[in-house]
């Protein structure tokens, strides 16, 4: 009984498979922009497994005895972060894979030390699977914690933007009417947690819950600071897990703003006559000490006067160079900006940034809100 073999496949229909399946694994992107995206992501990882190596040990080193130092301590620093039983698994695979290159053995130990690699693989994309499914959750929770949209200012507009380092931030901005029924008093806040991902999410969203508390209660934003910086105190880890924000107060009608900053980058204040002022009046970070004194200050925002609110990963962004963004880059695209309003000038400022990053993963949540008087 003779069998017959499948008719083979005609090439444009193998072409047409092809380009889907390539469609499919590079989500439509181009070569250059996945070697672009793939460049970062080995910079990053680099820097994540080398962080704990002794970089003066490794300066006394040159040619081939530096980059094995190098090779020994990214295979060491990428060993002790997995379980003990996939070290051992890790470990039996390496042998495998030597010994495949060992003509004395007839066995195909390079078909064994495949599965034993995919197997490995699988488990750990497992576990990333589940974390980041676990984080999205967090970070859509987080993203009840923020405005979605800017509240409806007499007299001026506002906008904001923020870029999580991870899926979830410990960057935090806020504007909103402590209450509805008078609305004589916007409170504005920006503030960033120490540390990244999920602990500076929690402790971010402890301060949202304190701070609209206490705004609840009508109290003065001196005493709103200092409750702040107690309830702070009491959770940072004796000073570790402290905050740095800019608190503000305007009222709509006097056009007038009162504020206090906690050891934050200050706020720069462009005037509708291109001149620039800074506000950095108030005290230490929230957290660091119990009996902290705070100072107020405040000002007159006038029609086209521009308050740009931002945290340190804004001037901290850096390129693939390793280069920062920094403060002369941020002021000069500050005194450039078009007479437009807040979003426009959000969109602006951020592109400044992208420009200059380019496709490099950042170290730092990125974070500005832009208040416009109009």
């Known amino acids: ?189 920006i503030a960033d947690v120490a540390g990244k991902s999920v602990p500076a999410a929690l402790l971010m969203a402890t301060l949202q819950a304190s701070l609209r508390t206490i705004a609840g209660e009508k109290a003065a934003l001196a005493d709103l600071v200092a409750r702040l910086n107690r309830y702070a105190c009491a959770h940072s880890l004796n000073g570790l897990r402290f905050t740095t924000a800019v608190l503000g107060e305007y009222n709509p009608v006097s056009r007038r703003l009162v504020y206090v900053n906690a050891g934050h980058n200050a706020p720069i204040l462009r005037r509708a006559n291109g001149g620039i002022e800074i506000l950095d009046v108030g005290g230490l970070p929230l957290g660091i000490r119990s009996d902290g004194k705070y100072e107020t200050a405040s000002l007159e925002l006038r029609r086209g006067d521009v308050l740009i609110f931002f945290t340190d990963g804004v001037i901290e962004a850096f390129n693939e160079s390793g280069e920062e963004f920094g403060n002369t880059r941020w002021l000069n695209a500050i005194h450039n900006l078009p007479d437009s309003n807040a979003q426009q000038t959000l969109e602006f400022l951020m592109k400044r940034v992208d420009e200059f990053v380019g496709a490099t993963r950042q170290s730092d949540d990125i974070t500005c809100l832009v208040f416009r008087s109009r």
């Open 1 to 189: 009984m003779s069998t017959s073999l499948p008719p083979p496949i005609p090439p444009k229909h193998l072409a047409d498979r092809l380009r889907n399946f390539w469609q499919r694994i590079s989500e439509g992107r181009q070569i250059d922009e996945l070697w672009s995206q793939f460049s970062a992501d080995a910079r990053a990882s680099y820097g994540f497994y080398m962080r704990e190596a002794d970089s003066e040990e490794l300066g006394t080193h040159r040619g081939f005895k530096r980059w094995f130092r190098v090779a020994k301590t990214l295979f060491w620093s990428l060993v002790m972060k997995m379980t003990p039983a996939r070290r051992v698994l890790l470990l039996v695979a390496f042998v495998m894979l030597v010994m495949a290159g060992i003509k004395a053995f007839d066995v195909r130990f390079e078909f064994a030390a495949a599965i034993l690699f995919l197997l490995l693989l699988s488990l750990e994309l497992a576990d990333k699977v589940t974390m980041k499914r676990d984080l999205e959750i967090a970070r859509e929770i987080q993203t009840w914690l923020v405005p979605s949209q800017a509240p409806e200012v007499p007299g001026a507009d506002i906008a904001f933007a923020t870029r999580p380092q991870n899926s979830v931030a410990g960057d935090y901005y806020d504007a909103f009417y402590p209450n509805l029924e008078e609305q004589e008093r916007l409170m504005v806040v």
